[in-house]
């Protein structure tokens, strides 16, 4: 009986060690199952830690090429106002992105992709600027020497001008007429009714002029207007009349004539003599007497009647 008791209670005993054995093994794979669970997740958490960094420091690398892309835009410079506005378009998108990128609102893949984008425009902005502004500078040269031709032309002609200028004073002055031999008195008339020359200024019916057109191979052939001043001690103009139909050009100016007569000129010598009819009792003092043709003085005289 005891036997058969001790028996039952090894058999219990035994199962007993049996389950604690297969529990205790259990414990021990689950142990080693979950220690190297947690090994993969500290590889896994220790490669995600690793790639975040390598993400971001590429982000980061991103980002400072678009920086410099910036700078770059800035250093930009063209005249054109077109381009101008392309830029600050272009400008305004690599800043978006700048911004973008630094919130992470970007995956890597098209951060670069667009920033590739971006700096293949920058590129073409640069080759386009750079062209145009050699081609300016060429332009610029052009122009400076087109100027330089310009104001080397201009001066020449200026010259040219002066010359011409100086050669049509020198003919005008070559071509002026001039009145040799000027006389000119006052004159009655006597009981055979012949003028004769007088010097008193009660006696005096007319005025004679008289002188002789000098030999001007330069000068035009052809009709002339001479006109005599006769100037009284007073200064005033003897004239029939003071308005306009009685005046003429010379020096520049206009004035009263005493006397007008148009002769022919044929560059030899001709005498020419003009009269003027005493309308009023005369002043007595000095007379001046002028002759002028062509717009120019030809000779001058004087007389005094008493």
């Known amino acids: 009986m005891e036997n058969k008791e001790g028996n039952k209670d090894s058999k219990k005993n035994n199962s007993s060690i049996s389950i604690l ?26 490669n995600c830690s690793s790639m975040k960094q390598d ?37 305004a998108r690599v800043k978006e992105l700048i911004t973008q990128a630094k919130n992470n609102e970007w995956t890597i893949y098209k951060l670069r992709k667009e920033a590739s984008t971006l700096r293949d425009i920058m590129k073409g902005y640069v080759k386009t600027i750079d062209s145009l502004n050699t081609e300016n500078i060429e332009l610029r040269a052009k122009n400076a020497e087109v100027s330089q031709k310009l104001t080397e032309t201009e001066k020449r002609n200026e010259n040219l ?7 049509q004073e020198k003919v005008k002055i070559g071509a002026k007429l001039n009145a040799l031999n000027m006389v000119s008195f006052a004159q009655r008339s006597n009981i055979m009714g012949t003028m004769k020359e007088t010097s ?3 006696r005096a019916e007319k005025i004679k002029t008289c002188f002789t057109l000098e030999k001007n191979d330069i000068a035009k052939e052809g009709e002339r207007n001479v006109y005599v001043r006769i100037i009284s001690p007073n200064g005033q103009v ?8 009685n005046m003429f050009e010379f020096d520049d100016t206009k004035g009263l004539y005493t006397v007008k007569k148009i002769v ?3 560059n030899r010598e001709l005498d020419v003599c003009m009269f003027w009819d005493v309308k009023d009792e005369l002043d007595e003092g000095i007379y001046t007497i002028e002759a002028y043709a062509d717009k120019m003085k030809i000779g001058s005289t004087t007389f005094e009647l008493k």
């Open 21 to 46: 054995i297969t529990l205790l093994v259990f414990a021990l794979l689950g142990a080693g199952y979950l220690f190297y669970s947690n090994m993969q997740l500290k590889d896994q958490l220790a």
């Open 55 to 91: 993400v971001q420091q590429e982000r980061d690398r991103v980002v400072g090429n678009l920086e410099n892309m910036l700078v770059k835009y800035d250093s930009l410079d063209t005249d054109n106002d077109s381009i101008k506005t392309q830029l600050e378009e272009e400008k």
């Open 161 to 167: 001008e002066t010359e011409k200028t100086e050669l």
């Open 200 to 202: 008193r200024a009660g």
């Open 238 to 245: 003897l004239a029939e009349r003071t308005d306009e139909s």
């Open 264 to 266: 022919y000129y044929e």
